[in-house]
């Protein structure tokens, strides 16, 4: 069992920064892949980065790649994502999640309480 917990959203105006951080416990760490996603009201989650458990692969949706980073510490057990050049379109509530394998899909099998990102004009 895989435990998540995501911090760091807030409220940004647009161009703005935030990062976000998912603390895991519960098995070795670098034992899987993480993804966030993000959901907005009334659309269905959808992927933003994932990375491997090394840290050595990574896929970012094309709406993030070039404004946002994924990136891990496998010695303090977090994941973050670092969120640049914010767009109002980018407001969701943003989800990490965990599994053995790195994927671009939902079908992870740990799951985060998810945080709330809002990007004003």
């Known amino acids: 069992q895989v435990q998540l917990v995501e911090s760091g959203g807030g409220l940004v105006q647009a161009g703005g920064s935030l990062r976000l951080s998912c603390a895991a416990s519960?098995?070795?760490?670098?034992?899987?892949?993480m993804g966030w996603f993000r959901q907005a009201p009334g659309k269905e989650r959808e992927f933003v980065a994932a990375?491997?458990?090394?840290?050595?692969?990574?896929y970012y949706a094309d709406s993030v790649k070039g404004r946002f980073t994924i990136s891990r510490d496998n010695a303090k057990n977090v994941a973050y994502l670092q969120m640049n050049s914010l767009k109002p379109e980018d407001t969701a509530v943003y989800y990490c999640?965990?599994?053995?394998?790195?994927?671009?899909?939902?079908?992870?099998?740990?799951w985060g309480q998810g945080t709330q990102v809002t990007v004003f004009p």
């Open positions: 999640a965990a599994d053995g394998r790195i994927r671009v899909t939902i079908q992870y099998d740990y």
């Open positions: 519960g098995r070795p760490f670098r034992s899987y892949a």
């Open positions: 990375i491997s458990g090394s840290g050595s692969i990574i």
